[in-house]
Structures are given as C-alpha cells and as structure tokens.
C-alpha cells in the first residue's frame, strides 16, 4: 500500500515486530524500524527530501548541481548502487549518468501485501532490469531481501553492484556506536576524501581495523569517531575463509543491535565510509553526520573505468560480470534486535 515517508513517495511492509519503508523513486530502503522502541537506524538526511524525478540542477541547487545532485536530493537509508559504484566519468555524466548509477534514482513499480514486497526498475543506460523483493515473516526480526539483475544487452558486463547501506542518528552517536566485521586486509581511499578533515593516511594498507592515523598510530574503526569534524573511507576484504559475511552496528544508548549477513562469494568487500560534518558544500552544509556500511562487489567508489584498470585488490576481483541476456540473483538479510552488547559475530553466520 503506498503511503508518504518524510513527503516522499514509499510503501510500507510491515509484521507484529518491525516495519520495512521504500521509496517509490529511487527504490532505497528508508526504514526498518522497530515498532515498540521505534528506533530506526538508517540515515535520513537533514536536508529535505524530493523525488528524483523533479530534480533540476539550474531550479534545485541546494543538492548541488554536478552528478551527484539527483541522488543527493533523494537520497535515504539503502540505496542499491548499479552498474558504477562512484562517480561517472565526465562522458557518462554529459549523457545522463548519475552518481552510483540509475538504481539509486529510477522509478519503481511496487506491488506489496501485509507483510512482502516486490519492486521492479528498468535501467535504461546499463541495459539491465532490477528486482527486488522483501519479506518479513511473522513474528520475526529478520528482512529478507533477494535482488535479481538482467542483462539486456548482448554483451557479457563488468560491473559494480554495491548495498551502501547508511546509519545515521539518534543510532549513530559520536564515540558511542560499536561496530563488527570480519574485516581482513584493508586499504584507506588513495585519494584525499571530499571536504574532510584528514585523519587517516591516503591509500595505507592495513589489517582491520586498525586504520593509520596521517602523524602515526592508529584508529579503531570498531566504535565511531570522536572528532569534530572528519570523513573518509576504507575498503575491507571479508574473511575468504568464510561463506558469509556481515556488518554489526550496535547503539548502547538504546541497546539495539542492527546488522546485515550476505554471501561472501557475491559480496566479498565492505566500504565503510564517514561523514562527520567534514563536507561544507550544498546539501552538506557541515551539519551531517554518517556512517556508510557499503557491501558489495568493488572495494573503492570510483568510475568504471578505473574500477576496471584496477582489477583486483589483494588478490580479489574488484567487479563482476552479467552474462549477455542472461540473470543474476544475490540474497541476503538485514536484522534489528534488543541486546545488552555486541557480540563478535551474528547467530547464523
């Protein structure tokens, strides 16, 4: 049944426990919140919210007016990005690509009952169809999502396929929030993070989740920040000794335990990426606050092109490939619960 979530277009699922919200416009995932506390961990930005469809960069600039404007104007919670995972190049942008590629901004057809959900995208630039559905069982703190991708086209396609999953606050709180990954090898952004104050060393290589400091020392990625202004991003290869992998975000204010297991073969990188009030520009404005848990198939945000000049990282592949006129599923989980801490792992990975 489609309803309004903070002015925008969106369906809402929901069981006894837990209710799931999805924008019509740019399919995100805006809210899995828990009925009886009401928290809901996801990110809602402190700028105010419009369809994509009615972004206009010269009517619309306080979302900025380059490739990232439509999707910063809609932007909420999980957002799926599909076929780049970062900015497109200058040709792509001039022909119509925006930041993250289409999913994050196309329209959806939703169709819903109490407690399921299916919503359906053409993508029209990467030649791909998109489905996803979600489902909550009765009674259960469990969100089942499964996504199906089909090539249209009749070429075999490398692509980037990221869940950038976003916490934001009353969850995220600033030296409180504890997090959980079974995070090997890592690798810090090699380039300087956009209007941040820096305070991990550009491209150092790592073991999580221990990131170097610029000065020396390190940071524990493990609890967020204290600083008072920052922002940057790391890339992480899940443990290949395992078959699933998962994010724990863990708020001691409220005692809620949120999190996400996938297949480790489908998604074997997570980008943790921070904005702690470090971006001064519009829609930004120094007032936002975020941590990004950014599961997929490219370890680092940047445009096609260079997501396959790098290949690899640490011996992993940093993209995959959709056969022509052919299909591709993943399934995976996201959870919230009551807990007196965070544990090491999830039940079940």
């Known amino acids: 049944m489609e309803t309004k979530f903070r002015n925008r277009r969106a369906v809402s699922i929901q069981n006894d426990v837990l209710r799931v919200t999805v924008l019509v416009e740019g399919g995100h995932i805006a809210e899995i919140a828990d009925l009886k506390s009401a928290v809901n961990p996801l990110w809602l930005p402190p700028w105010p919210s419009i369809e994509p469809s009615t972004y206009d960069p010269a009517k619309n ?3 900025g007016s380059d490739s ?3 999707l910063l104007a809609g932007i909420m919670g999980h ?3 599909l076929d780049i995972f970062g900015g497109p190049s ?4 001039a022909a119509g690509l925006t930041a993250h590629g289409e999913a994050s901004v196309a329209p959806y057809a939703i169709s819903s009952s109490e407690t399921e959900l299916t919503a359906r995208a053409d993508l029209p630039i990467a030649q791909l169809k998109l489905e996803r559905r ?3 069982a009765r009674g259960s703190r469990k969100v089942e999502i499964s996504e199906t991708v089909e090539n249209l086209s009749a070429s075999d396609r490398p692509i980037a396929w990221t869940e950038h999953v976003t916490l934001g606050p009353p969850f995220l709180e600033k030296g409180v929030t504890q997090f959980r990954a079974p995070g090997t090898r890592s690798k810090v952004f090699e380039a300087e993070f956009t209007g941040a104050a820096v305070y991990m060393k550009a491209g150092a290589e790592f073991d999580w989740p221990n990131a170097p400091r610029p ?4 940071m524990d990625l493990r609890v967020y920040t204290t600083a008072a202004s920052s922002g940057g991003y790391t890339a992480h290869l899940m443990d290949p000794h395992r078959e699933r992998a998962f994010f724990l975000a863990y708020s001691p204010t409220s ?3 949120f999190g996400y297991i996938w297949k480790r073969a489908d998604f074997p990188w997570l980008g943790i990426w921070e904005e702690n009030r470090g971006r001064t520009s519009a829609p930004w404005n ?3 606050l975020t941590r990004g848990l950014e599961f997929g198939a490219s370890p680092m945000p940047e445009t096609r092109r260079k997501m396959i000049e790098r290949g690899e990282m640490f011996g992993v592949p940093g993209f995959r490939w959709i056969p022509a006129k052919s299909k591709v599923r993943v399934d995976y989980f996201a959870f919230l619960e009551t807990a007196e801490r965070i544990p090491e792992e999830p039940a079940g990975a």
């Open 61 to 63: 600039p306080e979302y």
């Open 286 to 288: 120094g007032r936002t």
């Open 68 to 70: 990232e404007g439509k």
């Open 255 to 257: 005692r809620t335990l």
């Open 90 to 93: 200058d040709e792509e942008a």
């Open 215 to 218: 000065g020396g020392g390190t």
């Open 79 to 81: 957002n799926l990005c």
């Open 134 to 136: 979600i489902r909550l």
